[in-house]
């Protein structure tokens, strides 16, 4: 499978997330039809929760790693069971690795020098990063020298109410960090958080 079969296309960024909260906060985004999941490795315990959540995962989910900045971290990653591996830069040896290891890449870029390198590493679709730097007109000349077909995820400052307008420009799909989870939130409102960004991708383009 390719990051573009998992449905919906947003990734849950759980930055922080603690071995004691995986229980409750995978049971809640799977529950509500989340499929991606990424635990960044710049936190104590991501390893650990990274392995929980790939033991909790449906079939159809893919769990892993961001912030992933060496070979290293990426064995680290799919020892624990990870099959995505995220980062925030483009590092050719880290997304070789990762395509070694059989994992769906997504390493950040913010130029097109950034992103035809990626592409010429073996990265599978594109995480755009910082997006709220680059913003959808940005997004959208950079789409037009890259490959037909090339998935471009917007990363940072993704909202609910911004959504429609990254995708009329082209995005093929999210990640989504601290408007969704932050350590300490509670899980009433992480429901709310989790449905009104799926209820905003399946409203479409703006």
């Not at 070789?96 to 130029?111: F, H, I, N, S, Y």
């Not at 082209?170 to 350590?183: C, M, V």
Request: contains cysteine; proline residues 9%.
């Amino acid at each position: 499978m390719t990051l573009t079969d998992y449905q919906p296309p947003l990734v849950a960024i759980l930055r922080g997330l603690t071995p004691a909260e995986v229980p409750a906060v995978a049971r809640l985004l799977f529950d509500a039809g989340w499929r991606l999941i990424e635990v960044p490795l710049n936190r104590p315990q991501a390893l650990q929760c990274i392995a929980q959540l790939v033991a909790m995962a449906p079939a159809d989910a893919l769990v892993g790693g961001g912030t992933m900045l060496s070979a290293q971290d990426v064995d680290d990653v799919h020892a624990a069971g990870g099959r995505l591996m995220v980062a925030p830069n483009c590092d050719p040896a880290v997304i070789e690795r990762g395509v070694q290891r059989g994992m769906q890449c997504l390493p950040g870029v913010a130029t097109p020098t950034e992103a035809l390198l990626a592409l010429r590493s073996g990265a599978h679709a594109l995480k755009l990063f910082p997006a709220d730097m680059v913003q959808p007109a940005g997004m959208k000349a950079m789409a037009s020298i890259l490959p037909p077909g090339t998935g471009l995820w917007p990363v940072g400052g993704i909202t609910p109410q911004n959504m429609g307008a990254w995708r009329a420009a082209g995005a093929a799909g999210f990640g989504i960090g601290g408007s969704l989870y932050q350590p300490g939130k509670g899980l009433a409102e992480l429901e709310r958080s989790a449905r009104a960004f799926m209820a905003a991708w399946q409203a479409g383009p703006a």
